[in-house]
């Protein structure tokens, strides 16, 4: 088992609260700059290469933020997908990333944590 972790910035639009309460909207903070970047740090950790893993399939949930602290966390869901060329043959695992993050006036600095889980 191996654990990495990323680092974003995203600008805060307006009023931040009524996004905790709605994953969707709160989904729209990762734009599709920073959906790349996970994808690519996540892409990166994984041993096996095979198939040209890509990550789609983003959703956002277990959202918390603590007020008066200015934290929070919540958990992306993505699908990593292959497509084997030479055999016509796709796979699909699903996975998620843990972020935590600090709201910072009209910005939020977001950390994640990927563990890579690999049985032997």
Same mark, same amino acid.
């Given at each position: 088992?191996?654990?990495?972790?990323? &680092?974003?910035?995203?600008?805060?639009?307006?009023?931040?609260?009524? %996004? #905790? $309460? +709605?994953? @969707? &909207?709160?989904?729209?903070?990762?734009?599709?700059?920073?959906?790349? %970047? #996970? $994808? +690519?740090? @996540?892409?990166?950790?994984?041993?096996?290469?095979?198939?040209?893993?890509? %990550?789609? $399939?983003?959703?956002?949930?277990?959202?918390?933020?603590?007020?008066?602290?200015?934290?929070?966390?919540?958990?992306?869901?993505?699908?990593?997908?292959?497509?084997?060329?030479?055999?016509?043959?796709?796979?699909?695992?699903?996975?998620?990333?843990?972020?935590?993050?600090?709201?910072?006036?009209?910005?939020?600095?977001?950390?994640?944590?990927?563990?890579?889980?690999?049985?032997?």
């Amino acid at each position: 088992m191996a654990e990495t972790a990323i &680092q974003l910035t995203v600008a805060v639009d307006g009023n931040f609260d009524p %996004l #905790i $309460d +709605d994953s @969707v &909207q709160f989904s729209k903070l990762l734009g599709p700059e920073q959906r790349l %970047l #996970i $994808d +690519d740090h @996540v892409v990166n950790q994984l041993e096996d290469k095979d198939g040209a893993p890509a %990550l789609s $399939d983003f959703s956002i949930g277990n959202i918390t933020f603590d007020r008066l602290s200015s934290k929070g966390s919540f958990r992306v869901h993505f699908k990593i997908s292959r497509q084997f060329c030479c055999s016509d043959i796709t796979s699909c695992q699903t996975d998620y990333m843990d972020f935590t993050f600090t709201k910072r006036g009209q910005k939020i600095d977001i950390t994640g944590s990927y563990v890579l889980w690999t049985i032997q």
